[in-house]
C-alpha cells in the first residue's frame, strides 16, 4: 500500500508487521509451547506483548514524522475517505491495517487544526483512480495490480497513485494552487518597528508606572524631600538633635508613651 502526494512524491508504506512477521511468529510459538499457568508462560506472554509494542510504536513514530512533514510543507491538505473497515473485510486485511490509514488521517486533521492549515475530506465514492486527470474522462474501474494505465481519449500515461492524488486535489478544489505555484509563505526578516518590545514610547520605571521617582509625593501633597517612613516605636529627634538624651534609659524594647498598648 502506497501513500501518493500531488507534488508527485511517492511514499511507500514501511509494512512493520510484514518485517517483524517472523519474529512475531516464533514468539508465539514459544507461548504456546509453555505450560498455562507457569512462570515460563508469563516470561513468553511478555516477550509476545513487547514485540507487538515495538511494530505498534514504529508505526506511530513513522506516522508522526510523515504527518508532520506534510503539515509544515502545506497549507491545505485533501484526503480520500476510505472504508477501512470495508477493506479490512477483504483478502487485503492485513496490509490495510500494517498501513494503519485511520490513524494517519487523524494524526493529519488534529496538527492541521493546530497548525492554522486547511483539511478537507474527499467522499469514498468520488471515481479518483478511473478518471483521467488530463482530460477528465472516465476510463472505468481497473484491478490493483495495474499501477500505470494509457488514457483511451487523450492517449495519457498516468500513475495510478499519481493521477488519483491530481484527482482528488481537483475534488477539493486545490488544484490551482498545488499545480508548482509555492504556496509555502518565504521566510522574510523582521521589520525594525516590530522586533523589541513595543512600550508605546515610554520609559521604562521601576515602581507605579508612569510616575517618576522625582515627582512622587507624599501624603500631605508636598514634595517627598528626605521623607523616610516613621514606625510606632521611633523617637523623633529635638531641633539639636537630643532625641535619645530625653530618655536615656529606654531600650528598643520599651514601650512608647504614646503607643498603644
Keep these: 500500500m502506497e501513500r501518493a502526494t500531488f507534488g508527485g512524491t511517492k511514499i511507500d508504506a514501511p509494512r512493520f508487521l510484514r518485517r517483524a512477521e517472523k519474529k512475531l511468529k516464533r514468539q508465539q510459538r514459544r507461548l504456546s509451547r509453555k505450560a498455562r499457568g507457569s512462570r515460563n508462560r508469563d516470561k513468553a506472554r511478555i516477550k509476545v506483548a513487547r514485540a507487538h509494542a515495538q511494530v505498534a510504536d514504529a508505526r506511530r513514530e513513522f506516522h508522526h514524522q510523515l504527518s508532520t512533514r506534510i503539515i ?22 492485513k496490509s490495510i491495517h500494517d498501513a494503519g490509514w485511520s490513524a494517519f488521517v487523524t494524526m493529519l486533521e488534529y496538527k492541521a487544526a493546530k497548525f492554522g492549515r ?28 495495474i499501477r500505470v494505465w494509457e488514457c483511451g481519449a487523450c492517449a495519457a500515461v498516468l500513475d495510478r497513485d499519481i493521477n488519483a492524488a491530481v484527482n482528488v486535489a481537483k475534488a477539493a478544489g486545490l488544484a490551482v494552487s ?12 523582521a521589520q525594525r518597528s516590530e522586533t523589541g518590545t ?6 521604562t520605571v521601576v515602581g507605579i508606572p508612569g510616575l517618576l521617582p522625582r515627582e512622587r509625593k507624599s501624603n500631605d501633597g508636598l514634595p517627598d524631600q528626605g521623607r523616610h517612613l516613621r514606625l510606632p516605636g521611633d523617637r523623633q529627634p529635638d531641633e539639636q538633635g537630643r532625641g535619645d538624651q530625653q530618655h536615656p534609659q529606654r531600650g528598643r524594647g520599651d514601650v512608647h508613651p504614646e503607643q498603644p498598648v
Design 72 to 93: 509544515r510543507d502545506n497549507q491545505a491538505i485533501a484526503v480520500e475517505d476510505l472504508a477501512v473497515n470495508g477493506l479490512a473485510r477483504t483478502r487485503l486485511a
Design 198 to 203: 513595543h512600550r508605546d514610547g515610554q520609559p
Design 178 to 189: 498545488a499545480c508548482g505555484a509555492q504556496i509555502r509563505p518565504v521566510l522574510l526578516p
Design 118 to 145: 486547511g483539511f478537507l475530506r474527499i467522499g469514498r465514492f468520488e471515481p479518483t483512480s478511473q478518471v483521467c486527470s488530463q482530460c477528465g474522462v472516465k476510463d472505468g474501474p481497473k484491478p490493483l495490480h
